[in-house]
């Protein structure tokens, strides 16, 4: 009954690793979205995907590469593994593209060794 | 970058009490949420507020917009040791479609 899930909920990795986190979201929204959160909490958007299009893509390295292989999943895939990419990453979803109230997943805690 | 700033950044208060928190933001916005986010868990809505209200309640939450100064404020009433939590307000960008988060009120209540 989740309405949004990731997996996994905890990642501990080594530097230069490649690593996925899945999200899914049965809320039957169009638009889905990436945050990053930081040891200080602050939270912000990485990407956005509109009906499986990528809209938002927030001066993110491009060793992360989003997919949507449909408008229920947005999964996230990192390449080469930096420290400074140990974060809490979030999952949400919206009815529609724009500004409306964001359903989050329970995030994934990346720690990167 | 129209970026919501949270005060306080922390509050302690006892059960019973009332908490107040706000938030500005820089420039003009279509409207402005407040989320809720318990420790290890996702952000969760509270509520909404748009451009064009000045005050809006939901239970024991009462949420005030003051576009003139650009800002906003977040009352919790008769708060519980349940409400310990932090508080991020977002404001929507003028373009883009995408939600600005503060860095948050973090919350504690005492029982």
């Known amino acids: 009954d989740t309405a949004v899930s990731q997996t996994p909920k905890y990642l501990v990795t080594q530097m230069g690793n490649d690593k996925s986190i899945k999200c899914e979201q049965n809320?039957?929204?169009?638009?889905m979205y990436w945050y990053k959160q930081d040891s200080k909490k602050f939270l912000k958007i990485m990407f956005s995907?509109?009906?499986?299009?990528?809209?938002i893509n927030e001066t993110v390295p491009n060793r992360f590469s989003p997919k949507s292989p449909d408008k229920a999943h947005l999964n996230l895939h990192i390449n080469s593994l930096e420290l400074g990419d140990s974060a809490v990453y979030f999952c949400?979803?919206?009815?529609?593209?724009?500004?409306?109230?964001?359903?989050f997943g329970p995030g994934t805690r990346l720690t990167v060794l | 970058s129209q970026q919501g700033e949270e005060d306080p950044q922390a509050l302690s208060i006892q059960e019973g009490e009332n908490a107040t928190m706000n938030c500005s933001y820089k420039?003009?916005?279509?409207?402005l949420q407040w989320y809720r986010q318990n420790s290890g868990r996702g952000l969760v809505h509270l509520i909404l507020?748009?451009?064009?209200?000045r005050e809006k309640h939901s239970g024991r939450l009462r949420v005030t917009l003051d576009t003139s100064k650009k800002s906003s404020s977040l009352l919790i009433t008769a708060s519980r040791a349940a409400d310990t939590a932090s508080y991020f307000c977002?404001?929507?960008?003028?373009?883009?479609?995408?939600?600005?988060f503060g860095q948050g009120t973090e919350l504690s209540v005492k029982p």
């Open positions: 949400a979803s919206s009815p529609r593209h724009g500004t409306d109230t964001q359903y």
């Open positions: 809320l039957g929204h169009d638009t």
């Open positions: 995907y509109n009906n499986k299009e990528l809209i």
């Open positions: 420039t003009s916005i279509n409207n």
């Open positions: 507020i748009r451009s064009n209200e």
């Open positions: 977002a404001t929507d960008a003028a373009q883009g479609g995408k939600l600005i």
